[in-house]
Each structure stands twice: as structure tokens, then as C-alpha cells.
């Protein structure tokens, strides 16, 4: 898919003679300001401008569903960097700004103010949208989303005892608000319309053990159960009504029904886009002088030979280490195995890789007592994805299985009594 238009091999060096041109980054999440913070740390010396839509500088977004809900976290703490960081690197961050054009052609974007800025390297780092549903009520007052402190903040307000929080959507987020609200006095009920939640993103293993976890701490759920509205009282939400004409009463609802890729501006530049914008390994678009990282990205990925989409911050952090090490002339990094967490009460949860080409899956350890592991194997054996719950160095052998591509042994692999370095020998 993107030999067709690769850049030249040697354009690291041909970059990496001049670090004087001027880089503007839209999207001041966790890729953009990371990337601004590296082409310094790897001696870019030009104009750096970092634009972000929000009012507040880069921050992480992991901890609005968990420490920033249950008043553990503040603007502070969730901080990537201190604000004077910025001017005392010399990067310009321009905050509540937003893009409305890119002009490829002359090297430019157009705020949405009318301003234009010059650019000789242009990387995106939009992130993506919470996809919306299109039902009677959704604009309802108290119908919520999450992806922004300020979706956070109005979560927060609408939870504590007595209160009633239904969430849309049995996803990671979905879960995690249901946690939260949980630890703060709500009610919370998970509607999802799959026969079990996390079905689109982990195997039936770990979703069977997350609904009994929740359920253990009075969560309720509606599986095989779609929404056809929310129900209005005073002009805010009072209730969901689900596609077997019953009303779940509540007091707030959250949707969290997976997110689209911000890519209008891409297509706009002429970037070839697919459900993301698409990129190679060192987040090259289709259009020269143009980069894109992070959440809005559809890229190659390793080991898998295939192509997607990652909402991830070690996905943002390792395309900012790849776009910067480009443009600064250093050489590529070498590709790093996708992985995720999530934090539910007092579970850690960590995942590596993708269950790509699997076949079988290994359990190690005991779902009931909390502390397991799901290997995923393809059929030489390899480790494709690993699955871990309180179970770190499962997490990390899992890891090193799938960079070092060499087949394990599965009578090993489920046997508690072989220590995970004996699994590796």
C-alpha cells in the first residue's frame, strides 16, 4: 500500500543536513506534544508552533475515566510537561486554536481565525472524535462522551451517591466510567448491544471474567440489547430506552461506542485517507512535507503485516519518536509491539500485541483468583497477543515473546510451576 508513494530512502539525511525549517503540529494531545518535545531533545534548532483546539496544554488522557472521575487526579497532575516547558524550549504552543485548511501546495494552514502559518514540515496529530448516536434524545442535555478533560469534568458532576449513570457501549471506557461510578456511590448499567462486553477488542476469556468483576460490585448489565432513544425529562436525560421498548432510568448517560479518526483536514490536503489517515512506519502521508501521528492514523503494523488504526499512547509516543527522528536525520527506531492497559477497581490490566493469525489460546494462572493470563499463539506456536490481568510478568515475557517471533512451548506456557524466564529458555 505504500511503496507507490514512499518518499525516498535517503530523506532522513537530506533532512537531517538542515534542522532549521519551520515545523507546526496541529494537535497538541499526547503524539503532538511529545513530538515537539523530541525534535528538541534530537536538536532541531527551527520554529516549532504546537496548535491545540482545547484551552489547556498536551495532557493524559488515560487517567479522565479513572483518577480524574474519582477527584484523584488534577489539571496538574495530568500535565505531560510543565507549561513554562514550552518557553523555555522554544516552542510556541498556541492554545483554543484551531485549523480550518491546509494549503500543500504553499507550504501553509489557515487557522480558523483567517491567519495563515508557514510551514516546511507539517505534522497532524488530530486524534480522533467519540462517534455519536444518531437517535432521538442524543443531544439531550446529560447524553456524555469522553474524550476531553472537559467531557471528564461533566461526567464528574453528574456522578456520587443516589445518582444513576447508564453507559452506552461495553468497551475499556465504557468500563472504566462504570468503575469509577461505582467507587464514587453511583448505580451504573452497561448496555451493549454484542452478547458479551469487550467483544470487539479481547477474547471471551477476559470478557467473561470483567462481567462477573463488575457485576460482584453491583454493576448491571444489558447484553444482545440495542438503544433506540433517550428519554427526556425538563429537557435533560431521565432514561434509555432499549430496542425492547423498556426505559432504564438515569440520571446521566455516557456513550462509548468506539471513535472516528479526525482526517478531514488530511483529505482536505489531498492525503490519502482510509478510516484514518494513512501513513507508512515513520508516519509519512501521501502528500510530501506533510506527517501524521497518534490516534488519527491508519498504519503499518508490526508484526503483523497488515495495516490499522491504534488509539493508544505508547502507539503516540513511539509515531512522534518516528516522525521526529526522522526530520532530525537520526535513524529509524526499531519497530515496538502495539500494547494497551486499563485499570478497573483494583485490576491492571495489560495488553500486547493483536490476536492476528492466532489459532489457540493458552490460560496461565487462575481467572479466579484475579491474577491470570491469556497467550494467543498462531500456528507455529508464536505469540501473536498476550491478555494479562495483575499478572506483570506474564505482560512483559508476552512481550519480548512477540518482538523475538520464536515459538514457545504451550505445555510450558500453562504451567504455573515453570517460571516465565524458563518459558523463554
Not at 134 to 142: Q, S, V
Not at 155 to 180: C, F, M, N, Q
Request: charged fraction near 20%; aromatic fraction near 6%; include cysteine.
Amino acid at each position: 500500500m505504500f511503496g507507490a508513494w514512499r518518499e525516498p530512502a535517503t530523506v532522513a539525511d537530506q533532512l537531517g543536513q538542515d534542522m532549521t525549517g519551520r515545523v507546526v503540529i496541529v494537535g497538541a494531545g499526547h503524539a503532538g506534544g511529545t513530538a515537539a518535545a523530541l525534535l528538541r531533545q534530537y536538536g532541531w534548532t527551527g520554529p516549532i508552533t504546537l496548535l491545540g483546539d482545547e484551552p489547556i496544554a498536551p495532557y493524559q488522557r488515560p487517567p479522565l475515566s479513572k483518577a480524574w472521575l474519582k477527584g484523584e487526579a488534577d489539571a496538574d497532575s495530568l500535565a505531560l510537561r510543565p507549561l513554562n516547558f514550552y518557553g523555555e524550549h522554544d516552542i510556541t504552543l498556541r492554545l483554543s486554536t484551531g485549523v480550518s485548511l491546509i494549503h500543500p501546495a504553499s507550504h501553509a494552514v489557515e487557522l480558523a481565525s483567517g491567519e495563515r502559518l508557514d510551514y516546511d514540515h507539517l505534522i497532524l496529530a488530530v486524534g480522533a472524535a467519540a462517534r455519536r448516536l444518531t437517535i432521538p434524545g442524543a443531544d439531550l442535555k446529560g447524553v456524555l462522551e469522553l474524550r476531553t478533560a472537559a467531557d471528564a469534568e461533566l461526567l464528574k458532576t453528574a456522578l456520587g451517591p443516589g445518582r444513576r449513570l447508564a453507559v452506552i457501549g461495553g468497551g475499556y471506557v465504557g468500563l472504566e466510567a462504570a468503575a469509577s461510578a461505582r467507587a464514587l456511590g453511583a448505580e451504573a448499567v452497561v448496555i451493549e448491544r454484542e452478547p458479551r462486553v469487550l467483544a470487539r477488542v479481547a477474547c471471551e476469556t477476559l470478557s467473561s471474567f470483567f462481567q462477573t468483576y463488575h457485576r460482584d460490585r453491583g454493576v448491571v448489565f444489558e447484553l444482545n440489547a440495542g438503544v433506540e432513544a433517550f428519554v427526556a425529562r425538563d429537557g435533560a436525560v431521565s432514561g434509555v430506552q432499549l430496542s425492547d421498548g423498556r426505559v432504564l432510568p438515569c440520571d446521566a448517560a455516557l456513550v462509548g461506542v468506539g471513535a472516528i479518526a479526525h482526517e478531514s483536514l488530511a483529505r482536505q490536503a489531498g492525503c490519502a485517507c482510509e478510516h484514518g489517515v494513512i501513513v507508512d512506519a515513520q508516519g509519512r502521508t501521501s502528500v510530501s512535507g506533510i506527517y501524521a501521528i497518534g490516534d488519527c492514523t491508519r498504519r503499518p503494523l508490526w508484526p503483523y503485516g497488515v495495516e490499522g488504526r491504534l488509539e493508544s499512547v505508547p502507539n503516540a509516543l513511539e509515531q512522534a519518536k518516528q516522525v521526529a527522528a526522522l526530520l532530525c536525520g537520526k535513524p529509524a527506531p526499531p519497530p515496538e509491539t502495539p500494547w494497551f492497559w486499563s485499570d478497573q477497581y483494583d485490576l491492571k490490566l495489560q495488553i500486547a500485541g493483536l490476536p492476528h493469525h492466532a489459532v489457540r489460546q493458552i490460560v496461565r494462572g487462575d481467572p479466579h483468583a484475579a491474577k491470570f493470563a491469556v497467550f494467543h499463539l498462531d500456528a507455529e506456536n508464536r505469540v501473536q497477543a498476550v491478555e494479562a490481568i495483575n499478572a506483570p510478568a506474564e505482560f512483559m515475557a508476552g512481550r519480548q515473546f512477540i518482538g523475538s517471533r520464536k515459538p514457545v512451548a504451550p505445555e510450558k506456557l500453562r504451567d504455573m510451576s515453570i517460571s516465565m524466564k524458563e518459558v523463554a529458555a
